[in-house]
Antibody
Framework: EVQLLESGGGLVQPGGSLRLSCAASGFTFSSYAMSWVRQAPGRGLEWVSAISGSGDNTYYADSMKGRFTISRDNSKNTVYLQVNNLRADDTAVYYC?????????WGQGTLVTVSS | QSALTQPASVSGSPGESITISCTGTSSDVGGYNYVSWYQQHPGKAPKLMIYEVSKRPSGVSNRFSGSKSGNTASLTISGLQAEDEADYYCSSYTSSSTLVLFGGGTKLTVL
């Protein structure tokens, strides 16, 4: 059974940083691209970033470039999202998802709240 | 890069069929067969319902079908059931540097 478990969310002040993690199980992790998708409260889904199975290729939404960094550790079956210089409009549930352009499995999400 | 355009809401009675549209451009929906659809119930993670325009993942009811014409993709749900009431999002690969676009979402109400 495929499982994706996000962690690392929480309350952070504007300008702060967070590293989100997503631990995967139930599939050959290194064979699949992984992505992050976020959803602000009461709003729609927004694609954030993706990384290839090997980790050699990374992709970012234009609005996320510069502050977001995706990475993965295939020895730990884990994908990460480092978010710096957080702003109020980064407040959202951040989902980890399996895939690059369509997403067949999703985690339950981790809530990031940016507030002073 | 603008989001794909979906109607804010649609509704139908049990047993009826409804269609949700998703309009993009030739750089996304119209140019590639990488349109997918997701169902999201309140407080839950999205669930993949359709990928690559019209393919259904294992376990998804055949009441759900997808299609595309030009720059507009569509999700049709036949034989509406109460459990289908949810938000639905389309998504597409895009040739822009952003890679993936989502639609704004459509709230389906089963009357």
């Amino acid at each position: 059974e495929v499982q994706l478990l996000e962690s690392g969310g929480g309350l952070v002040q504007p300008g702060g940083s967070l590293r989100l993690s997503c631990a995967a199980s139930g599939f050959t992790f290194s064979s699949y691209a992984m992505s992050w998708v976020r959803q602000a409260p009461g709003r729609g889904l927004e694609w954030v970033s993706a990384i290839s199975g090997s980790g050699d290729n990374t992709y970012y939404a234009d609005s996320m470039k510069g502050r977001f960094t995706i990475s993965r550790d295939n020895s730990k079956n884990t994908v990460y999202l480092q978010v710096n210089n957080l702003r109020a409009d980064d407040t959202a549930v951040y989902y980890c998802a399996k895939g690059r352009v369509w997403f067949d499995y999703w985690g339950q999400g981790t809530l990031v709240t940016v507030s002073s | 890069q603008s989001a794909l355009t979906q109607p804010a809401s649609v509704s139908g009675s049990p047993g009826e069929s409804i269609t949700i549209s998703c309009t993009g451009t030739s750089s996304d929906v119209g140019g590639y067969n990488y349109v997918s659809w997701y169902q999201q119930h309140p407080g839950k993670a999205p669930k993949l319902m359709i990928y690559e325009v019209s393919k259904r993942p294992s376990g998804v009811s055949n009441r759900f079908s997808g299609s595309k014409s030009g720059n507009t993709a569509s999700l049709t749900i036949s034989g509406l059931q109460a459990e289908d009431e949810a938000d639905y999002y389309c998504s597409s690969y895009t040739s822009s540097s952003t890679l993936v676009l989502f639609g704004g979402g459509t709230k389906l109400t089963v009357l």
